[in-house]
T-cell receptor, first 118, second 112 residues
Framework: AQKVTQAQTEISVVEKEDVTLDCVYE???????LFWYKQPPSGELVFLIR??????QNEISGRYSWNFQKSTSSFNFTITASQVVDSAVYFC???????????????FGKGNQVVVIP | DAMVIQNPRYQVTQFGKPVTLSCSQT?????MYWYQQKSSQAPKLLFH???????NEADTPDNFQSRRPNTSFCFLDIRSPGLGDAAMYLC???????????FGPGTRLTVT
């Protein structure tokens, strides 16, 4: 069974500090996708990144960066120079890849509540 | 520009009174999903449609039903809402074999 663990429930940082969110996953699949979604107070889940299991390159997008370590089954997310607009819940998720017929099922972690204090 | 639209954003219903939540999409995606998200929890998949094929999760209560009359629309019907069904309901879509899901803004359901 697929499982995603996000150990930290709530993280508070002062604006401009960096914050790293840990994500550890378990799967018996040899190919899979990993995702990060942001859920601001408005409720909509906003896609941030998708990474497939064969691509271990780290990625940077503006102030966001992701560190994929297949050896430790981790896909950590760092926000650099945090801003108040980064306050949200962040979910790590895992799905089979390639998705089988009709199955794009996402296994979500419990989420990290990030509070950025001005 | 909204791609996945959910109406209404807030719904109040009475205990036991049937309620329908709606979702529409402009992406022409063939897969549509319904998730239930309770406070401080991760979204939980209720069911999804792959084209017209309905796929129910094993632990989704019978009280929850869904309809997909065409590619663009999908409905969530709760036949007899209980207090425990109060939650945010999220609709999502994806194009098959691409994995990425696009979420709507959600409908927050209150049961009185």
């Amino acid at each position: 069974a697929q499982k995603v663990t996000q150990a930290q429930t709530e993280i508070s940082v002062v604006e401009k500090e960096d914050v790293t969110l840990d994500c550890v996953y378990e799967t018996r699949d040899t190919t899979y996708y990993l995702f990060w979604y942001k859920q601001p107070p408005s409720g909509e889940l906003v896609f941030l990144i998708r990474r497939n299991s064969f691509d271990e390159q780290n990625e940077i997008s503006g102030r966001y960066s992701w560190n994929f370590q297949k050896s430790t089954s981790s896909f950590n997310f760092t926000i650099t120079a945090s801003q108040v607009v980064d306050s949200a819940v962040y979910f790590c998720a895992l799905s089979e890849a390639p998705p089988s017929y009709g199955n794009n099922r996402l296994a979500f972690g419990k989420g990290n509540q990030v509070v950025v204090i001005p | 520009d909204a791609m996945v639209i959910q109406n209404p954003r807030y719904q109040v219903t009475q205990f036991g009174k049937p309620v329908t939540l709606s979702c529409s999409q402009t992406l022409n995606h063939n897969v549509m999903y319904w998730y239930q998200q309770k406070s401080s929890q991760a979204p939980k998949l209720l069911f999804h449609y792959y084209d017209k094929d309905f796929n129910n999760e094993a632990d989704t209560p019978d009280n929850f039903q869904s309809r997909r009359p065409n590619t663009s629309f999908c409905f969530l019907d709760i036949r007899s809402p209980g207090l425990g069904d109060a939650a945010m309901y999220l609709c999502a879509t994806s194009r098959d074999n691409q994995g990425k899901q696009y979420f709507g803004p959600g409908t927050r359901l209150t049961v009185t």
